[in-house]
């Protein structure tokens, strides 16, 4: 293995064994918790590293990425960045999950073009825990007339909800809310069974609230270094 192989399966080691001890600690199976390796900004031979050691799923934040970069592995592929209206057919063409849904506009755009490709996308809500439009998503009283209007094409997928934590909110009080209304947008869709929530940061606190896929990046692959 290369040295660029050898420190990826390490820290992609200690993820695993950090997302084991923190379901454990909860009484959850860690089978139940889907890792994401987030490989957006690094370059595809660390999509292939990470294929070559097992993972199979992969998140993207940009469509010029995860278009490319999908055509080179066949796996289980996340979007996961800001929705714009103007892409959302390029992202439905490589995308099997959707994370970040927060319009009732793009649901029913997406489901066009969903239809018009004959290929079904399972899809998150975005909930927002301070409604701030910077982040994305919607407030809890939102949420469930969304969902509704996914359940209304046959090409969609309900998944559950999403969220970032606003990052000035101490982390068990953003993630108790968060599997709150989880549970709350469950007993009106009981089929809405995952919660993304969860990144490099706070991968651990989620899993102990019941996040079931977790996007992480950076302690996989290392620090990004971004292009304009």
């Excluded at 289980?76 to 209206?85: A, T």
């Excluded at 469950?186 to 993304?196: G, Q």
């Amino acid at each position: 293995m290369s040295e660029r192989s050898d420190l990826i399966a390490s820290a992609l080691r200690d993820v695993h064994a950090r997302i084991e001890r923190a379901a454990l600690k909860a009484s959850r199976s860690p089978n139940d918790v889907t890792l994401i390796s987030v490989t957006k900004t690094y370059p595809f031979s660390d999509v292939q590293i990470l294929f070559d050691l097992g993972e199979r799923n992969f998140g993207e934040n940009r469509t010029e990425e995860g278009s490319e970069k999908s055509k080179e592995v066949s796996a289980i592929w996340h979007f996961q960045g800001q929705v714009q209206s103007r892409k959302l057919r390029e992202i439905t063409l490589w995308a099997d999950f959707i994370h970040s849904l927060d319009k009732s506009d793009h649901i029913m755009k997406l489901a066009r073009h969903c239809e018009e490709l004959q290929k079904q996308i399972s899809v998150f809500i975005q909930l927002s825990l301070d409604g701030n439009p910077e982040r994305g998503g919607v407030l809890e009283d939102e949420l469930l007339p969304l969902a509704e209007i996914v359940n209304q094409s046959s090409h969609l997928k309900l998944a559950g909800l999403m969220c970032v934590p606003p990052v000035e909110y101490e982390l068990e009080r953003a993630f108790s809310e968060i599997a709150k209304s989880h549970l709350y947008f469950k007993t009106a869709y009981p089929e809405a069974e995952y919660l993304s929530a969860g990144m490099s940061g706070d991968y651990e606190v989620a899993v102990q609230f019941g996040a079931t896929h977790l996007r992480v990046g950076s302690q996989i692959l290392g620090s990004r270094n971004y292009h304009p």
